[in-house]
Nanobody, 111 residues
């Protein structure tokens, strides 16, 4: 059974940083394209970043240069490093494998 469990969300001030984690089970993370997405309050799901099996990464323009997606194959874990956070980065963050996603982790950026 595929399971994804996100963690690491928190309340942070603008300009701050967070690292989100996504613990995966039931499959090998390096064998699949994995991605992060977020949903701001009252808005739809927004794709943020992909990481491919070969390690290639791609980012939405809204987060390029500020967020970094990575994975630790030995730990079966996907990460999203969030730097230079803005108020508009507030939302629920999800890791995804295809159409499967976890329960999400909440990021609130506020002064």
């Amino acid at each position: 059974e595929v399971q994804l469990v996100e963690s690491g969300g928190d309340l942070v001030q603008p300009g701050g940083s967070l690292r989100l984690s996504c613990a995966a089970s039931g499959f090998t993370v390096s064998d699949y394209v994995m991605n992060w997405a977020r949903q701001a309050p009252g808005k739809g799901l927004e794709w943020l970043a992909d990481i491919y099996s070969d390690g290639s990464t791609y980012y939405a323009d809204s987060v390029k240069g500020r967020f970094t997606i990575s994975r630790d194959n030995a730990k079966h874990t996907l990460y999203l490093q969030l730097n230079s956070l803005k108020i508009e980065d507030t939302g629920m963050y999800y890791c995804r494998k295809g159409t499967t996603r976890g329960q999400g982790t909440k990021v609130t950026v506020s002064s």
